[in-house]
């Protein structure tokens, strides 16, 4: 092989130092070291996702990019549609018949679930839907009930192919223009497409998993079998376009097991690629556009249904998956504590069982005691404002079951200011010490007719009352909390067992606004973050719960969960993708640090000579 002194000059730079900011793909001879070197080799890998809200496995999905996938249906003839942000899954409206093996295409507001199988006999249906994003309706049926199609297109170039009528397998396809249904090619020969492979357009769709590892290639009048994968991929997901496409999952036909391979196609033959998923699985959800990027979710692990969601990158830079990690603990546990500021200038006050009186203060790995609070109390959500300038009011004293006192940290020590104007107990609270609000909470101890409904502003030397939020006929405590007085956001409330509930409540600094509702109800959560960027993280409803939400503004979808589940736990972060919490029931002293995922470019790489 040619060494690079007989080379050199020809499109490779000569350089006696690493560029500062090199390019991706860029080449080039670092003569201090000897090297020759090149900038962001492109890698595919698999990341592990926020889960599906329901486990479930044979569901439909749309033909769309990864960051804003679809799926609908699935065993247990659901009727759940759920949406994917690129973040986490929320979810949508519901179908109008549930049924599984569903074959489905188009967008996350122009989607079509069409055929399946649902009760009662016989089980395979005609039956279509459409999305417009928000409710689905009946339309017109396609001619032949069936289930496991193969499907791919949008909303008015739609195909599905093959499946399985009655008990035979087809080799008939179907065209949707949006409104009709007609004739499309006949497959060379019949499959069993095993709910929803395909990916493309309606001139230029693939398949390339299901009963057979032969792909087929459609061009919008007929159907030619194309180059076979190297593994079976029956079950499995297709997704891209019809040259740049990734195929993943499923089982073996022999029955033998799930697979995690995962193959890429460039419109002429399949490749093998690196990547394998975390977990083998078969009848997933899925979403990409080219065979660059893809997300999988649900499926079942054969014994198993999960709620798992990966996502496939072929990228030069590294992706590294949102997820939560054990921080320092605690010099106290405690529950019930209150907690405000950033993930790296954090303070918690406060508790019950039994009450405390100890602050403690984070600086991103560990805690340390500071000057106590005067009034021990179970403060919930009752704390608001940065470290430095934090402020703690309502709450829960041994002298009565609700509290009206206020105070506030000067970053050494706690003063007494004036007190609210109810006494609330579980009362919630968020901004700064010069323009805060105090929300809802209870009278007394946590029961029905005890509902607090007015809230109470700060700024900076009094409290003034106010209307009460949104238009909740009853407001309930021990919430959490998110943002400022002029975007403010209250959630996951306690309005007397078993309503634990999923409200949200948005304030604009005048006026409160019903906001979206939580995927899963519960209260004596850990809140944090902004308003168009809140987290919520574990709480209780009928149990103790490790499951995280982050809201957008508009809507809740689901987070990666928590490693413990814990109730009256608090929380601190700027963000839903820079957050901790903290303490929490049975007197807990542990810490988890949620870091949102995170795309880095890779380090440049030395390229052999020899």
């Not at 949707?176 to 095993?194: A, C, E, K, V």
């Not at 009186?357 to 919930?380: L, P």
């Not at 007085?485 to 304030?507: Q, V």
Request: charged share 10%.
């Amino acid at each position: 092989m040619a060494g690079y002194n007989e080379i050199r000059g020809l499109r490779v730079k000569y350089l006696s130092a690493d560029p500062s900011n090199p390019e991706d793909g860029q080449v080039w001879y670092n003569s201090t070291t000897g090297n020759l070197r090149v900038q962001g080799i492109g890698v595919a890998a698999w990341s592990s996702g926020s889960p599906l809200t329901t486990a479930r496995f044979n569901m439909g999905s749309g033909d769309t990019p990864s960051t804003a996938a679809i799926i609908f249906g699935g065993t247990g003839k659901s009727v759940k549609t759920e949406e994917y942000n690129g973040s986490g899954w929320s979810a949508g409206g519901n179908m109008g018949t549930g049924r599984y093996a569903l074959p489905g295409f188009g967008t996350q507001t122009t989607a079509v679930g069409a055929g399946g199988y649902a009760s009662p006999a016989p089980g395979n249906k005609a039956l279509v839907e459409e999305y417009d994003g928000s409710s689905w309706s009946e339309v017109n049926n396609i001619p032949t009930a069936q289930r496991g199609s193969a499907s791919f297109g949008s909303l008015t170039a739609g195909v599905i192919a093959g499946g399985v009528a009655a008990t035979s397998n087809l080799n008939t396809s179907y065209e949707y223009d949006g409104t009709n249904w007609s004739s499309g090619g006949t497959l060379p020969t019949g499959q069993d497409r095993t709910e929803g492979a395909g990916c493309g357009a309606l001139t230029a769709g693939l398949i390339a998993s299901g009963d057979t590892r032969v792909s087929f290639e459609y061009d919008g009048t007929n159907w030619t079998a194309g180059s076979s994968t190297a593994s079976d991929h029956d079950g499995g997901s297709d997704t891209g376009i019809q040259t740049s496409a990734v195929v993943f999952g499923g089982f073996l036909s022999s029955g033998s097991g799930q697979i995690t391979a995962t193959e890429t196609y460039d419109g002429t033959s399949f490749s093998t690629s690196p990547a394998t998923m975390a977990t083998g699985r078969y009848g997933m959800g899925k979403g990409g556009s080219s065979g660059t990027s893809a997300v999988a979710a649900g499926g079942d692990t054969n014994p198993g249904t999960v709620t798992n969601t990966e996502e496939y990158n072929f990228s030069t830079s590294a992706v590294t998956a949102g997820a939560w990690a054990s921080g320092g603990a605690l010099n106290t546990g405690r529950t019930a504590l209150g907690g405000t500021g950033i993930t790296t200038a954090a303070i918690g006050m406060g508790g019950g069982a039994p009450l405390n009186v100890q602050t403690e203060e984070y600086n991103g790995s560990s805690w340390t005691s500071t000057n106590n609070i005067n009034v021990g109390r179970a403060i919930y959500g009752g704390a608001f404002g940065p470290q430095g300038a934090a402020g703690a009011a309502s709450g829960e004293p041994t002298s009565s079951p609700a509290g009206s006192s206020y105070e506030e940290y000067d970053g050494s020590n706690w003063t007494a200011g004036p007190s609210l104007n109810i006494a609330r107990n579980g009362g919630i609270s968020l901004g700064t010490q010069t323009a805060a609000l105090c929300v809802a909470g209870f009278t007394g101890p946590a029961a029905p007719n005890s509902y607090i409904k007015t809230s109470e502003s700060w700024n900076g030397s009094s409290w003034t009352s106010l209307p009460s939020p949104g238009s909740d006929t009853q407001t309930a405590g021990q919430g959490s909390s998110a943002g400022t007085t002029a975007a403010g956001l209250i959630f996951g409330r306690y309005d007397g067992a078993p309503n634990y509930t999923g409200k949200t409540d948005e304030y604009d600094g005048s006026s409160w606004t019903v906001g979206g509702v939580m995927i899963t109800a519960r209260y004596a959560t850990a809140g944090s973050g902004a308003q168009t960027a809140a987290m919520v993280s574990q709480g209780y409803s009928t149990g103790t719960l490790n499951v995280a939400e982050g809201y957008d503004g508009t809507a809740w979808s689901t987070r990666p969960n928590c490693s413990v589940g814990k109730y009256q736990v608090a929380g601190a972060g700027a963000s839903n993708t820079d957050c901790i919490s903290f303490g929490g029931s049975g007197n807990s002293t542990a810490t988890e640090e949620f870091t949102g995922e995170t795309t880095t470019a890779r380090a440049a790489n030395n390229i052999s000579t020899s």
